[in-house]
């Protein structure tokens, strides 16, 4: 019973979490224009997205069938990607640049989600795992950038959002042993929460940090 | 003078033979000057002449009783006097003389683009200025203050210190716009014999002019002509929170100065695009400094001090 509720908490947490900071970073680009808010209010309103689309497709699983793993995955990962290359350089060209692609790029994968009644689900394993390691795999990515930053100046913003990516990195790994495990049920919910705590952990950043 | 690939070819010797038939026809007219504003004008127009040139202006420094000094339009021929004016002379141009008394040096021949912001090159381009090139010139005699009606009240002999910008449609050889420029040097010893400008001894003596104040070292641009920068925050969303309420620009006029910053235009520009009075400019402007979003930097590339401009 709890396992089957984990996925809908964890689509509402994340929902939740990234609509308030996705909200609040677009509000404070339209006043101040800087292009790393910007990433990263439509970074956390696509991962909203991907949390509403795997709600939605869980709540109407009887009735109808949305295929939205593909969106979930590509979302996220376009996501956390251009987070992670809005962090490694500053200058306002490339910036601006980075803004202009996330755009096109989100756009697409917001298409996958549009098209989630009619596109096939992702039927081969290998696949799944490319495209749950690749969340991972960026998500570690960026908890080296913030552990390295939190090593050059220790500001307890960096320190939040080290924790975060920490948990969320380590959750995702977890998720990634199901393609491999006869209890994929039980990774895939002790996963889900790390991931849990991973975002929390993100909101206390932007709130506190 | 013979038309070769789109430009206006002088050879060596051309120009060797156009700066001579200029000095020489300078010398026949020299005595009949009485002002140094003459001999520029003269100038001026003789190299548009002879040297295929649109535009030709003269700025120089200008210093008054109170101890300010600015850069001042002497003299501005076109060679089409269609041309409105305020296309070349105008505080960009100011902007652009005032750097080369400051630098203390001209530039080579460069396109209107590299030179000056984005309007004021278009500008420059509808009227087929697509050129722009600068001399610099000074020694220890003084000018006289301008002959206009427009100078400034209180306006004392100041040590020459003269900017020369041309402005061309087509490129010419860097040879021939150093002639025009090297005629420029000749020309204020040629001043300088036929008493056009003063020396600082033969003022003090006479007692007729009050002594100058001492040159500054440096000469401030205007304000106006500035190109505010947005500092790149490399600290935010790293080891600074990004949705902290200080990343927010609290004033409004700030907010919307700040929005229309994007590192070429220049503060007129700014106050026309965003529709907000110059005082109130730099009202915002000086908020942003404060709060270290942005930073000032000349037409040149030169990162300014703002201390200069804001107290």
Redesign the interface.
Same mark, same amino acid.
């Given at each position: 019973m709890i396992s089957s509720t984990i996925p809908y908490i964890i689509a509402v947490i994340i929902f939740s979490v990234t609509f308030v900071i996705a909200a609040r970073a677009l509000y404070l680009y339209v006043r101040v224009r800087s292009p790393r808010l910007f990433i990263l209010g439509l970074a956390m309103g696509v991962i909203g997205l991907t949390g509403a689309g795997d709600f939605t497709s869980m709540m109407l699983a009887a009735r109808v069938t949305l295929h939205t793993d593909w969106f979930l995955y590509i979302g996220q990962a376009i996501s956390y990607l251009f987070i992670f290359l809005s962090l490694v350089r500053s200058q306002e060209e490339y910036q601006q640049s980075l803004m202009r692609w996330h755009v096109v790029f989100s756009v697409a994968a917001i298409c996958l989600l549009l098209l989630s009644p009619v596109i096939p689900d992702i039927t081969i394993d290998p696949l799944r795992v490319v495209f749950s390691g690749s969340r991972c795999i960026l998500c570690f990515c960026i908890l080296l950038y913030y552990a390295l930053t939190f090593a050059s100046k220790q500001t307890r913003f960096s320190l939040l959002m080290s924790l975060a990516f920490l948990f969320l990195s380590f959750g995702y790994l977890i998720i990634v042993q199901k393609y491999f495990s006869p209890q994929p049920e039980l990774l895939d919910n002790v996963g889900d929460l790390i991931r849990m705590g991973g975002f929390a952990a993100l909101l206390i950043a932007v709130i506190v940090g | 003078m013979s038309n070769y690939s789109g430009y206006n070819y002088f050879s060596q010797r051309d120009v060797g033979g156009q700066q001579l038939t200029i000095m020489s026809e300078l010398f026949k007219a020299v005595g009949a000057m009485q002002h140094i504003d003459e001999l520029l004008q003269w100038l001026a127009s003789r190299i548009v002449q002879h040297f295929g040139i649109q535009a030709t202006e003269i700025w120089s420094m200008q210093g008054t009783s109170m101890g300010h000094f600015s850069m001042q339009l002497r003299t501005l021929v076109r060679q089409d006097a269609t041309l409105p004016e305020h296309i070349v002379a105008n505080q960009h141009a100011a902007g652009l003389a005032g750097l080369l008394a400051q630098q203390r040096a001209g530039f080579h021949l460069q396109s209107a683009a590299t030179v000056f912001p984005s309007y004021q090159a278009s500008l420059l381009r509808r009227y087929g200025l697509n050129y722009c090139s600068g001399h610099f010139f000074s020694n220890t005699a003084l000018l006289i203050p301008p002959l206009r009606h427009g100078a400034s009240p209180g306006s004392i002999p100041t040590p020459l210190v003269l900017a020369m910008l041309f402005f061309l449609r087509q490129s010419l050889s860097q040879q021939t716009i150093a002639a025009a420029g090297l005629i420029l040097e000749q020309a204020m010893t040629v001043a300088s014999d036929h008493g056009l400008l003063t020396s600082v001894r033969a003022s003090q003596v006479s007692g007729g002019v009050p002594a100058p104040s001492p040159v500054p070292e440096f000469v401030s641009l205007p304000l106006t002509a500035l190109i505010p920068r947005?500092y790149?925050? =490399?600290a935010?969303?790293?080891?600074?929170?990004?949705? =902290?309420r200080s990343?927010?620009?609290a004033d409004r006029s700030a907010?919307r100065l700040?929005?229309a910053i994007n590192?070429r235009r220049d503060v007129s520009e700014l106050s026309d695009v965003t529709e907000l009075e110059l005082k109130e400019i730099a009202r915002a402007l000086k908020i942003l400094l404060d709060e270290r979003r942005i930073e000032l930097y000349a037409p040149g590339g030169q990162r300014v001090d703002p201390a200069q401009y804001f107290s």
């Open positions: - | 947005r790149a925050d =490399a935010l969303m790293q080891s600074s929170n990004p949705l =902290a990343v927010d620009i907010r700040y929005a590192g």
